[in-house]
Each structure stands twice: as C-alpha cells, then as structure tokens.
C-alpha cells in the first residue's frame, strides 16, 4: 500500500495513532523517530524528531481523558493536590513512551495538530488505501503484459535466428554440393 525508499537506517517499531487514521510513528535505529502523516504526505515523513542517539526498541500510545483522570486520582484519594493538578494538565493529551536500546525510556507529547481528529481523516485515509491497492493491481498487471511482450518479443527472435540459421544451412550446403559438381 505505501512504499518508501529504503532508509538508511533500521526500523525497530511503529505505532498508529489512536485518534488520527493517517498518523503512525515509526521508531528507527539512529535515535529518530519519524512522523508520517498520510494526509499532508505520502512519499515522506513529515518530521524526524532526534529522541537520542542509542538505538530506539519501542512505541507505545498512551491516550490520558479527564474520565481516567477523575476515576483514577479523585479529591477522595490519598493523593497530593500536586499529584492531582500533575494529572489535569495531562487530561486530553497524547503521550508517546519511547523505549531505546540501553533501557531509557522517554516521553513525547504528541502535538495537538497530531491528536486531533480532522473532519472526514477516516474516509480521505480509505479512499487514499483504495487508490494504492487499485495503483498496486494496475502495475502488477501492467509488468505481467510487458513481461509477457518480452518473452514474445525473444521468441520471435529466436525463431527468425533459427530461420537465418537454417537458411545459412541450405546455402551452405547448396554451396558444398555447387563445388562437388565442379570437381
């Protein structure tokens, strides 16, 4: 469905957003995550965010809403108001928890632009995988036709060789037996 250039870089984990259909993150061995939104781009990422430079191992989502906070840290729980006003700045953002290679894990908030839902994303994101299957299925029969030509094309070749090859044959041979009268 979607092809890139190859990277130069490993890919170690990729994860889709859970509000945008267009929107997966996809961690990579340098140290980068890169952000790709189907929407705005196809053939690229729209940014490469540095996390560090040990190689990334993991992605995970994390959706924080006020419900979760409320049913988790309410005013009757032991908790600070520190801890609880901690929790009403994170209501309805988006975390991305990044693990790397010697056991650091990092946080990303991912951007609003990144978490919001856009109007019609679902059916653009659709109609964007129906195109590339429809492009796929095209070109898959567009190679096996000139693959098929190729092959005819060789054939006939074959045959005009071998045609030329008997016909080098006979006035060959005409020639020898030309010769044989003479003598």
Not at 133 to 141: F, G, L, N
Request: glycine share 4%; charged share 30%; hydrophobic share 35%.
């Amino acid at each position: 469905m979607l092809q890139t250039k190859s990277f130069s870089r490993r890919l170690s984990d990729a994860e889709w957003s859970p509000t945008r259909p267009g929107v997966f993150f996809i961690a990579k061995s340098d140290g980068t995550v890169d952000i790709w939104d189907l929407l705005d781009r196809t053939h690229a990422p729209i940014l490469t965010q540095s996390i560090g430079v040990h190689k990334l191992t993991h992605l995970n989502y994390k959706i924080h809403s006020r419900k979760e906070n409320k049913k988790n840290y309410s005013k009757k729980s032991t908790h600070s108001r520190e801890i609880e006003k901690y929790f009403i700045i994170l209501a309805n953002h988006q975390l991305l928890a990044i693990g790397d290679s010697i056991g650091t894990l990092h946080i990303m908030e991912v951007p609003w632009a990144l978490r919001r839902n856009v109007p019609s994303e679902y059916e653009g994101v659709k109609a964007y995988f129906e195109r590339e299957t429809e492009r796929r299925d095209y070109c898959k029969q567009r190679w096996d036709f000139r693959e098929e030509e190729k092959r005819e094309l060789e054939r006939q070749a074959a045959l005009k060789a071998g045609v030329k090859h008997i016909w080098f044959i006979i006035v060959s041979l005409c020639w020898y037996i030309e010769i044989l009268i003479w003598f």
